[in-house]
């Protein structure tokens, strides 16, 4: 047997954590046979081999180490993102060509089902989206080959699912959405869907407040390194500009009166802002930026909530719960901020606002 082939079943069995023995059991063969495939004496049968390339979810090229890297086949890929990248439509002919020849090749495959997708819905030409599907799924069974970080089986399903919503198969789409919804990343796209072309709103409101709570909390997270970039740029102008558009955004958020779990960082984001005001020479709008943060402080830690009750727009029945390394309170968040940006006027400033009244 060739030393590939008994180094893809040991490579194989060894990724889905399986003993010999229990590789054994599951194709009903002896442990001594499966010990000689991977020491390379003897060789599974073409059953055997069928059905070790289906347990292992591959193909039988890529268990025999059939190289998918040869330059005729690349080029033939290449030439399937250009017609994609270009919308050529040569490139659906091309495919078909592709795919008698290298059907396989994951590449091809993924490469093909994208072809078709584009193509089926700037024509508007059902048989070209399903065949799309068609191709998605044998790309998926095909993935161990895959060298692309930025494809998974999460996109190729997700891509799926688009394709069934552009064929009027929604319940299809949203069961693939529901069933590939890893922390809830799929919620904009399914919400979106239940309050629009499924007609079901009541169901949508679950989705969309826990998108909206996950997409505030990414804005956090994005704004946060925006302007310590900025800040370490020595661009305070473009820093105090982020700063006023995410305080800006929450302040639209905020239910009038009521604490929410956006209200710490936000607090951190006014004292960040005054840091800026102050580096360009503007003192009294850093005291109002200190303000800001002193009295949204004061009106959190007076009645902390760390839910995302009080937010506008949230109407899921499941609570959302925040936690944070800030520290216990909104104040001691802004006094560490305050801190960390190691700026003695900023300092000096935030000791009198603190001071006041």
Request: hydrophobic residues 40%; proline residues 2%.
């Amino acid at each position: 047997m060739s030393t590939t082939l008994s180094e893809s079943i040991r490579r194989f069995r060894r990724e889905r954590s399986l003993t010999q023995e229990q590789l054994a059991e599951a194709l009903g063969v002896t442990v001594g046979a499966v010990y000689k495939w991977e020491a390379g004496l003897s060789a599974p049968g073409i059953g055997l081999l069928m059905e070790l390339a289906d347990l292992f979810d591959t193909s039988v090229d890529v268990l025999l180490g059939y190289d998918v890297k040869s330059s005729r086949q690349a080029d033939t890929v290449k030439r399937l993102k250009d017609c994609l990248h270009d919308r050529d439509r040569s490139g659906l002919a091309e495919a078909e060509k592709a795919l008698l020849r290298y059907p396989n090749c994951f590449d091809v495959v993924y490469q093909s089902a994208l072809l078709y997708y584009l193509f089926g819905l700037a024509d508007r030409v059902r048989a070209r989206l399903r065949r799309s599907v068609e191709l998605m799924e044998r790309a998926i069974v095909l993935l161990g080959q895959n060298t692309d970080p930025n494809v998974s089986e999460f996109s190729i399903t997700y891509d799926m699912a688009e394709a069934y919503f552009e064929l009027g198969e929604n319940e299809k789409a949203l069961e693939l959405l529901k069933s590939n919804n890893p922390r809830g990343i799929n919620n904009d796209v399914i919400g979106q869907s239940l309050a629009g072309v499924c007609e079901r709103p009541q169901e949508a409101v679950e989705y969309l407040s826990t998108a909206l709570v996950s997409a505030s909390a990414a804005l956090i997270r994005i704004f946060t390194g925006l302007v310590n970039v900025y800040f370490k740029e020595g661009d305070f102008a473009a820093g105090a500009a982020a700063m006023e558009l995410i305080l800006g955004y929450f302040t639209g958020l905020r239910t009038k009166g009521k604490s929410n779990l956006f209200d710490k960082p936000c607090t951190a984001f006014y004292v960040c802002l005054a840091h800026a005001r102050l580096k360009l020479g503007e003192p009294e709008a850093a005291r109002a930026a200190l303000r800001a943060a002193r009295e949204l402080a004061e009106r959190f830690d007076r009645d902390p909530d760390y839910t995302a009750d009080g937010l506008r727009f949230f109407g899921a029945a499941k609570r959302q719960t925040a936690f944070d390394t800030m520290g216990d309170t909104a104040m001691q968040a802004a006094e560490e901020t305050v801190i960390s940006l190691d700026d003695g006027q900023l300092a000096g400033l935030w000791e009198d606002v603190s001071h006041e009244g």
